[in-house]
């Protein structure tokens, strides 16, 4: 994989993150981006044009691409890895290749994956992705790590990776591996989404007392953690379409953390599945947190208002 060379490049799947991804590598120079979109909806069919992706089945995916990104919610990411795997083992022409998994999966998950690749020819690299799509003012850090025999190998997909306009920062030097990546990406995952999960549960809460206890909540919160009102409105409305991938994230999560922290999560785990229940019904969850975060906006409006005010007064 030379440093000028222009491999072609698998991304699989087209969701926000993997269409986005291949939409920057893509408007860095790479012309072959595959991916399969058997049984995709149109809406998904219409994100991966955007974003340069071309169909193809995973026969060809692994006679042609060179390395293939996994950006799938955690529980599809073993399936697809064995699908990959199987098309491999079958397929006409064989080469070297590279399978990125860049899902939250806990490490000892990634490191079961490892024994499915192991000695098949396919080099897997544990990756995971930290932040929100690639976009015009954003690159996600994507933190990568490989068994110590194939440090080679990570080298040359991080070179190849920045070359074409990701942000890969490889994990390397004593006691590095497979895992390691995943750890990052629990740990991360553990304090950021937990934070948004703990903000539910009780923003839930206090509004089950009563609507004037979470408008007190907010109050209370404002006046004493101002910080923490910040991070709910930056936070929150972005994750509640996402919380059903949430829930898987938070169950590898609970096996990392492990002991009474698996308690923790699984119970995180489970709000999250109230909240992407409610939004597919038309529930009532979601409302009241959506509630709770415009009556955060009008606070801030009013703040910055009653501000402005106080500078022209003086």
Do not use: W
Not at 259 to 268: K, P, Q, V, Y
């Amino acid at each position: 994989m030379g440093s000028t060379s222009v491999p072609a490049l698998a991304v699989l799947a087209p969701g926000e993150m993997g269409a986005a991804i291949a939409a920057r590598l893509s408007a860095c120079g790479v012309s072959t981006i595959l991916t399969n979109l058997d049984g995709r909806s149109e809406m998904t069919l219409e994100r991966a044009r955007a974003s340069n992706m071309q169909h193809a089945s995973y026969t060809e995916i692994v006679q042609r691409a060179t390395c293939i990104y996994s950006v799938v919610p955690p529980k599809d990411a073993f399936a697809l890895a064995e699908t990959i795997l199987a098309a491999y083992k079958t397929a006409e022409s064989q080469h070297p290749l590279i399978f990125v998994d860049c899902n939250a999966l806990n490490p000892e998950s990634m490191k079961r994956m490892a024994v499915l690749f192991d000695g098949s020819g396919i080099t897997l690299i544990d990756a995971v992705i930290i932040g929100t799509p690639p976009s015009a003012t954003f690159n996600p850090g994507i933190y990568a790590s490989a068994d110590p025999k194939n440090v080679s190998t990570l080298d040359s997909f991080t070179r190849m990776s920045i070359q074409f306009g990701l942000n890969v920062i490889p994990l390397k030097g004593e006691g590095a591996g497979i895992g390691d990546a995943s750890a990052v990406k629990m740990s991360h995952s553990g304090i950021v989404k937990g934070a948004i999960g703990l903000f539910t549960t009780m923003i839930l809460a206090a509004n089950a007392a009563s609507p004037s206890t979470a408008s007190g909540l907010l109050h209370a919160l404002n006046h004493s953690q101002p910080a923490m009102v910040d991070l709910i409105l930056r936070l929150l409305p972005h994750a509640l379409p996402k919380a059903y991938r949430f829930v898987g994230e938070m169950e590898e999560v609970g096996g990392f953390a492990g002991g009474s922290g698996a308690n923790t999560f699984e119970g995180i785990a489970s709000i999250f599945s109230l909240v992407a229940d409610s939004q597919s019904e038309g529930g009532v969850v979601a409302g009241v947190l959506l509630e709770f975060v415009k009556q955060a906006k009008e606070m801030r409006e009013k703040e910055s208002t009653s501000a402005v005010d106080k500078i022209q007064k003086s």
